[in-house]
């Protein structure tokens, strides 16, 4: 994986006389190092010895000809350090230019071997290319330009708002400032400055691919910003394609974000949208990748880059037809989302269903009828409530077992009853779902538990009382689970007297055994208004408007409740067999339209 480690010094890295170019990738993330980290760059090199530490930088050697005029090293980790030392050596070449007429034949040498460490010799070429993104190649060379490294370099519109701009005002502000020790950076200073960052070291790093690197990565893990497999896949695919001159890379790199604009920018969606598409189509010839059954975060790197190196543009073109049918998964209110499909999504998403993706993505694009999709959906539905409450099957065979649907599908004759049949055979049985929900409900599993009195209570509404129990107040829900028969321990004098007659050991055995049990549950807005209240003060309770903010606050699921004057243990067992058994008939296979 590695083809070599050493630790180098800065001159050694930039080379006066070496025929080296470090290049960042056109489309890689923008430069964006701040304030803080160019101080701290600049503290490291002026409080430390010679031969300060500075990190390390993975690159793959993409000159294959090793007697060609120029080495081009793509650097895909460490731009953000490599960028800002140039910057910084500019700096260092402004002001000793700017002080020429102070310097000895051996300062005038340091002055040359600047220049030579930021262009090489021969081309004038810059000997490190940033990237294209956010005009950061551009502002870089003008920057070269104020320093007197470059000449006839104009500087890019508004370039005085970006990032590479200020790094260089910074650095120089600094160089203008005080010293650490109260002293003038006069030119003794800055030439022990510039000795000292010559001989500041990095441990260059050189991979043969960009599966190497993101391993590498994932293994180092010590960076501030990873660079994910969607950056290096984007890279390799938008060179590919620009060496193959297809398309402008102006016009790939829009290609390339109107796909990602269909997954959002949730870097783990868009991880997973790679892992799934290969899942969904490994059993097409053009996709599969030999020696890879399945896609994981460990290989979609390895993938991708074969699949691109075979057809890059092919590639690119079922990437960005499946992101647009992956968007109607992971935005359940898509334009192209029926209402029916909208609400089922919905559920799948909130009990955990993303696996199912790999299934529905492939569903999608043979353009399912909206009428099979949503007999589909309702058996999933029924699938990941039943999964997430037993653990069966475990999450591990989950992605396995959806590639194996899709195989099955492709013969299918009547669609819904041919994945029933699939997922039955998969499933927990009622009676191990019916036992677990008479468990600690709660305490075994809280996502879970509210989904399924959220399922009870829309079950029971009708549009005159519906109530979004999905909404939330920033990134929480509105409506939370609330334990009638508090879950503290220790708890209050009422209570015991109402659960076991006074007795306090008695009462605390019942809270114990009963007190995660769904019986003992319910959903409030006002949970925290609650706690640990008396049964009648919970029931009763109002706000300062009087609304009823309690029991009494109008859900079916707390109809009993708002009735009641008695909690105990008899109460929570029977209310916990009746919910039980709603809940295994709204999850039943035959309920919800899957033949047997």
């Given at each position: 994986m590695i083809d070599s480690a050493e630790n180098y010094q800065i001159s050694s890295i930039l080379k006066t006389d070496s025929n080296v170019r470090f290049v960042i990738p056109r489309y890689q993330r923008k430069y964006t190092w701040s304030k803080d980290n160019w101080d701290a760059l600049f503290d490291d090199i002026e409080e430390n010895h010679h031969g300060h530490f500075l990190g390390s930088i993975i690159c793959i050697n993409s000159t294959k000809d090793a007697s060609a005029s120029e080495q081009e090293m793509e650097l895909v980790d460490?731009?953000?350090?490599?960028?800002?030392i140039s910057i910084l050596y500019a700096v260092l070449h402004r002001f000793l230019q700017e002080h020429a007429d102070e310097l000895s034949e051996d300062g005038k040498d340091d002055l040359r071997d600047i220049k030579r460490r930021l262009i090489l010799r021969r081309t004038e070429k810059v000997r490190l290319s940033p990237s294209y993104h956010g005009q950061n190649h551009d502002d870089y060379r003008a920057v070269l330009c104020?320093?007197?490294?470059?000449?006839?370099?104009?500087?890019?519109?508004f370039a005085g708002n970006r990032r590479i701009f200020k790094a260089f005002r910074h650095l120089r502000d600094r160089l203008a400032g005080e010293r650490a020790d109260g002293g003038a950076f006069d030119v003794p200073a800055v030439l022990n400055f510039l000795e000292k960052l010559n001989h500041a070291s990095v441990v260059k790093i050189e991979v043969s691919s960009h599966a190497d690197a993101y391993t590498l990565f994932e293994s180092l893990n010590n960076r501030g910003v990873p660079l994910s497999a969607i950056d290096?896949?984007?890279?390799?695919?938008?060179?590919?394609?620009?060496?193959?001159?297809?398309?402008?890379?102006?016009?790939?790199?829009?290609?390339?974000?109107?796909?990602?604009?269909?997954?959002?920018?949730n870097y783990a969606v868009q991880e997973r949208f790679l892992r799934q598409f290969y899942n969904a189509f490994k059993s097409d010839p053009d996709i599969s990748v030999e020696k890879v059954p399945i896609a994981t975060k460990s290989k979609i790197i390895h993938i991708y880059q074969?699949?691109?190196?075979?057809d890059a543009e092919g590639t690119f073109k079922r990437l960005s037809k499946a992101a647009a049918a992956y968007a109607r998964l992971v935005n359940s209110e898509h334009e192209k989302n029926s209402e029916a499909e909208t609400d089922l999504l919905n559920q799948v998403a909130r009990i955990g269903g993303a696996p199912c993706y790999t299934y529905l993505l492939r569903l999608l694009l043979e353009d399912t009828p909206t009428d099979q999709l949503t007999g589909v959906l309702k058996i999933l539905v029924s699938f990941f409530v039943k999964r997430s409450v037993t653990d069966t099957p475990p999450t591990r065979d989950l992605d396995r077992m959806f590639m194996e649907l899709v195989g099955q599908a492709a013969e299918a004759g009547n669609l819904v009853e041919e994945v029933s049949a699939f997922i039955r055979s998969r499933s927990a049985s009622n009676d191990l779902f019916r036992q677990r929900l008479l468990g600690n409900m709660y305490e075994q599993n809280v996502g879970a538990t509210r989904f399924v009195l959220c399922a009870l209570e829309e079950h029971a509404q009708t549009k005159e009382t519906m109530t979004d129990l999905w909404q939330r107040r920033g990134k929480s829900y509105v409506w939370?689970?609330?334990?009638?028969?508090?879950?503290?321990?220790?708890?209050?004098?009422?209570?015991?007297?109402?659960?076991?007659?006074?007795d306090a050991e008695e009462a605390e055995r019942i809270r114990s055994e009963q007190v995660h049990k769904l019986g003992n549950l319910t959903l409030s807005g006002y949970?925290?208004?609650?706690?640990?209240?008396?049964f009648e003060?919970?029931?009763?309770?109002?706000?300062?408007?009087?609304?009823?903010?309690?029991?009494?606050?109008?859900?079916?699921?707390?109809k009993e409740l708002a009735e009641g004057d008695q909690w105990n243990e008899a109460v929570i067992q029977?209310?916990?067999?009746?919910m039980v058994e709603t809940i295994v008939e709204l999850f039943d296979y035959d309920q919800v339209g899957g033949k047997s």
């Amino acid at each position: 994986m590695i083809d070599s480690a050493e630790n180098y010094q800065i001159s050694s890295i930039l080379k006066t006389d070496s025929n080296v170019r470090f290049v960042i990738p056109r489309y890689q993330r923008k430069y964006t190092w701040s304030k803080d980290n160019w101080d701290a760059l600049f503290d490291d090199i002026e409080e430390n010895h010679h031969g300060h530490f500075l990190g390390s930088i993975i690159c793959i050697n993409s000159t294959k000809d090793a007697s060609a005029s120029e080495q081009e090293m793509e650097l895909v980790d460490g731009q953000q350090r490599l960028t800002t030392i140039s910057i910084l050596y500019a700096v260092l070449h402004r002001f000793l230019q700017e002080h020429a007429d102070e310097l000895s034949e051996d300062g005038k040498d340091d002055l040359r071997d600047i220049k030579r460490r930021l262009i090489l010799r021969r081309t004038e070429k810059v000997r490190l290319s940033p990237s294209y993104h956010g005009q950061n190649h551009d502002d870089y060379r003008a920057v070269l330009c104020h320093c007197g490294v470059l000449s006839d370099v104009s500087d890019p519109k508004f370039a005085g708002n970006r990032r590479i701009f200020k790094a260089f005002r910074h650095l120089r502000d600094r160089l203008a400032g005080e010293r650490a020790d109260g002293g003038a950076f006069d030119v003794p200073a800055v030439l022990n400055f510039l000795e000292k960052l010559n001989h500041a070291s990095v441990v260059k790093i050189e991979v043969s691919s960009h599966a190497d690197a993101y391993t590498l990565f994932e293994s180092l893990n010590n960076r501030g910003v990873p660079l994910s497999a969607i950056d290096l896949i984007k890279n390799k695919l938008l060179a590919e394609l620009e060496q193959q001159r297809i398309g402008s890379l102006e016009t790939n790199f829009d290609r390339w974000n109107q796909l990602l604009d269909h997954l959002g920018e949730n870097y783990a969606v868009q991880e997973r949208f790679l892992r799934q598409f290969y899942n969904a189509f490994k059993s097409d010839p053009d996709i599969s990748v030999e020696k890879v059954p399945i896609a994981t975060k460990s290989k979609i790197i390895h993938i991708y880059q074969e699949l691109i190196d075979r057809d890059a543009e092919g590639t690119f073109k079922r990437l960005s037809k499946a992101a647009a049918a992956y968007a109607r998964l992971v935005n359940s209110e898509h334009e192209k989302n029926s209402e029916a499909e909208t609400d089922l999504l919905n559920q799948v998403a909130r009990i955990g269903g993303a696996p199912c993706y790999t299934y529905l993505l492939r569903l999608l694009l043979e353009d399912t009828p909206t009428d099979q999709l949503t007999g589909v959906l309702k058996i999933l539905v029924s699938f990941f409530v039943k999964r997430s409450v037993t653990d069966t099957p475990p999450t591990r065979d989950l992605d396995r077992m959806f590639m194996e649907l899709v195989g099955q599908a492709a013969e299918a004759g009547n669609l819904v009853e041919e994945v029933s049949a699939f997922i039955r055979s998969r499933s927990a049985s009622n009676d191990l779902f019916r036992q677990r929900l008479l468990g600690n409900m709660y305490e075994q599993n809280v996502g879970a538990t509210r989904f399924v009195l959220c399922a009870l209570e829309e079950h029971a509404q009708t549009k005159e009382t519906m109530t979004d129990l999905w909404q939330r107040r920033g990134k929480s829900y509105v409506w939370t689970v609330e334990h009638i028969l508090p879950q503290t321990e220790n708890i209050p004098a009422d209570w015991v007297e109402m659960i076991a007659s006074g007795d306090a050991e008695e009462a605390e055995r019942i809270r114990s055994e009963q007190v995660h049990k769904l019986g003992n549950l319910t959903l409030s807005g006002y949970n925290s208004k609650l706690g640990t209240m008396s049964f009648e003060k919970k029931r009763d309770r109002t706000d300062r408007h009087e609304k009823m903010v309690g029991y009494k606050n109008g859900l079916a699921i707390n109809k009993e409740l708002a009735e009641g004057d008695q909690w105990n243990e008899a109460v929570i067992q029977k209310r916990t067999a009746e919910m039980v058994e709603t809940i295994v008939e709204l999850f039943d296979y035959d309920q919800v339209g899957g033949k047997s």
